[in-house]
């Protein structure tokens, strides 16, 4: 089973800053395989990035996604308060068909 | 527009089996282009995913789950349907269904998720 380890486990920035989470597998993995999701409090995690870098319908071009092989990377520039939440990033497998990582928080 | 609504018991006794139902409000579950899954998250924690099913009837089940888990579907009612049987207090958690398609492999449309406590 592949595990995914997400760093850093908290990020505090300020709106305006750059934010950049990583997400890494403990196996080499295709970037198709690869997702990012965004959960704000009581809220459903919402899909943001696909095959590692592909920006699903509606995201804002001010989140990325880029890497390869082993790390990958969402990059959030110019932070608006509305994106502090968890990120969670998620690999599409074999069994199970779907991990996720343990997430990072983004905070103020 | 797509909407999955979770339904079910808020509680539950250890021991018993928790019993959902997703209940789609558009379009049909049959739909060769989708996968409908059930993630849960535990208070506090990360998310994980259970299991997920296709129209065919395929269903896909995380390991660590899997011999207490069935996922079914009933295409004339719009619902999916999550057991889990056995549970205990590690199984509380706010549960959601998901769908996965439409050419992309990740779950896309998301329920409001509904919170099960385990306890006596």
């Known amino acids: ?108 | 527009q797509l909407q999955l609504q979770e339904s079910g018991p808020g509680l539950v006794k250890p021991s018993e089996t928790l019993s959902l139902i997703c209940t789609v409000s558009d379009g049909s579950i049959s739909s060769s282009n989708y996968y409908w899954g059930w993630i849960r998250q535990p208070p506090g924690k990360g998310l994980e995913w259970i299991g997920s099913i296709y129209y065919g009837g395929s269903t896909y089940y995380n390991p660590s789950l899997k011999s207490r888990v069935t996922i079914s579907a009933e295409a004339s009612k719009k619902q999916v349907s999550l057991k889990l049987r056995s549970v205990t207090a590690a199984d509380t958690a706010i549960y959601y269904c998901a769908r996965q398609g439409g050419g992309i492999l990740f779950p896309l449309n998301w329920g409001q998720g509904t919170l099960v406590t385990v306890s006596s």
């Open chain 1, 1 to 108: 089973e592949i595990v995914l380890t997400q760093s850093p486990g908290t990020l505090s920035l300020s709106p305006g800053e750059r934010a950049t989470l990583s997400c890494r597998t403990s196996q080499s993995i295709s970037a198709s395989y690869l997702a990012w999701y965004q959960q704000k409090p009581g809220q459903a995690p919402r899909l943001l990035i696909y095959g590692a870098s592909s920006r699903a319908t509606g995201i804002p071009d001010r989140f990325s996604g880029t890497g390869s092989g082993t790390d990958f990377t969402l990059t959030i520039t110019r932070l608006e308060p509305e994106d502090f939440a968890v990120y969670y990033c998620l690999l599409y497998g074999d069994s199970p068909l779907y991990t996720f990582g343990q997430g990072t928080k983004l905070d103020i």
